[in-house]
């Protein structure tokens, strides 16, 4: 945490850190009183700086993670000199990273390993430990959990859900406070309503009754747990955003009226952003206008913003700051057809099919259920579809409209699951977000 320099520059972002319950550590050795917010709110206040550009990670959980993420992030474009060069007057930025625990399963778990009892892997123990911490949820939770991963133990192959987990899913999602408002509601109320037997058919579905990249990730006893803490991840962004993160950003204006502010988020950051610019239950409002926006590879709705869900009269969650607006140049949406963790993950976690919706902007045949980092922002008129560019291509981007880019020539172009949803440090993306901020 503290203040981080780009590796081979002199440059420098302020990484915050925010805990599992949504609010900033009091630790920080560089902060003021262990809150390094008040150290930046002090210093933009005293060098009063041209831009402010946020990053927000997604996937990933601890510090390291999002270290090595924004060093790569920002380090990328920083390598862009003729984006970098073209702005306008004095550019003197202030870089600012959040880092928030965010992950709803393990790199052990995306590998394969699926968490099984045996030699070499985590021990009913130590599961337990790992959910309950990523559940969030008291002691209250930690004899649910029992029966779930002992089930497990005695039968991972399991080809129907156990009793007794059943009953124990039903009481977690009811200690979790998962609720169901449709894909127009907010984020963590987004899904179809929590069914423990649909989700444990419906995993092992999309496990082919085998191995999700070599390991049953998403099916068997275990299953309905990961739906539940990916749930939890975006409860937890939400909150972030809507309360914590929109008043530093509101404060961070206060303190540098003149400066220009950009936001980028990615995976269940774009949450963090959107809820930062639409305040408390989305009726907030920063005390102006941020500069530009860039959602890539979102884990939220593609129909969170729209003006109608699915052809219906309906409205998004997040539709209120789109048309206050909240932004008043471009805002960027990355898509890529071969990012499994939103075009698979995403679906399964909302436990519904696995129908594939096309990319072809006028085709109707969207899912009820699905993100916008494989389909972009729908049930909008005026969004824009686009192709992203090499690294030197003139976009043209416009003030206070929508970008649906389509990525899928840059990014997750590799396949898997956790490596290619978050390598996001190409050129070309990095050059499209400069594209943005330059309006």
Do not use: C
Request: aromatic share 10%.
């Amino acid at each position: 945490m503290g203040f981080e320099t780009i590796p081979g520059t002199s440059d420098q972002y302020a990484l915050l850190s925010f805990d599992d319950n949504g609010r900033e550590r009091t630790d920080d050795p560089e902060g003021v009183g262990g809150l390094l917010s008040k150290e930046v709110l002090s210093r933009v206040a005293r060098e009063q700086p041209s831009h402010v550009l946020f990053f927000i990670h997604g996937w990933k959980g601890d510090v390291a993670a999002a270290r090595d993420q924004y060093n790569r992030w920002i380090g990328a474009m920083l390598r862009l000199t003729d984006d970098r060069n073209a702005v306008k007057g004095t550019f003197k930025p202030m870089w600012i990273g959040l880092h928030w625990p965010s992950q709803p399963f393990g790199d052990e778990e995306l590998a394969g390993e699926s968490f099984d009892i045996g030699e070499g892997t985590l021990s009913p123990d130590e599961i337990k430990a790992t959910y309950l911490k990523r559940l969030g949820l008291g002691s209250e939770a930690a004899p649910l959990i029992e029966v779930i991963v002992r089930d497990h133990q005695k039968n991972a192959a399991a080809t129907e859900l156990p009793e007794e987990s059943r009953r124990a899913y039903q009481k977690l999602a009811s200690l979790a406070g998962h609720s169901s408002d449709g894909p127009e509601g907010p984020p963590d109320a987004e899904d179809a309503p929590f069914d423990p037997d649909l989700a444990f058919d419906r995993g092992n579905a999309a496990s082919g009754g085998a191995n999700f990249g070599d390991g049953g990730f998403l099916g068997g006893i275990l299953g309905p747990l990961r739906q539940l803490s990916y749930w939890t991840m975006k409860k937890r962004a939400r909150s972030i955003g809507e309360s914590g993160m929109h008043q530093f950003v509101s404060d961070l204006m206060k303190a540098a009226p003149s400066a220009r502010f950009h936001l980028m988020g990615h995976s269940f950051g774009t949450i963090v952003v959107s809820g930062i610019l639409g305040g408390k239950d989305g009726s907030g409002q920063l005390p102006r206008q941020v500069d530009s926006v860039a959602l890539i590879q979102g884990a939220v709705s593609l129909w969170a913003f729209g003006d109608s869900v699915k052809g219906k009269n309906r409205k998004g969650y997040f539709n209120p700051w789109v048309h206050r607006p909240a932004v008043r140049g471009p805002v960027l949406v990355s898509r890529s057809v071969h990012d499994r963790a939103v075009g698979t993950l995403y679906p399964w976690a909302s436990a519904v099919s696995f129908s594939d919706g096309s990319f072809d902007p006028d085709d109707e045949d969207l899912p009820l259920y699905g993100a916008i980092g494989k389909y972009g922002i729908r049930g909008l008129s005026g969004a824009v579809f686009r192709e992203m560019m090499e690294k030197t291509g003139a976009y043209g981007f416009e003030a206070g409209k929508i970008y649906n880019l389509e990525a899928s020539r840059f990014i997750a172009k590799g396949g898997g699951l956790s490596g290619a949803h978050s390598d996001i440090d190409g050129p070309e993306v990095a050059h499209a977000i400069w594209q943005a901020a330059l309006v």
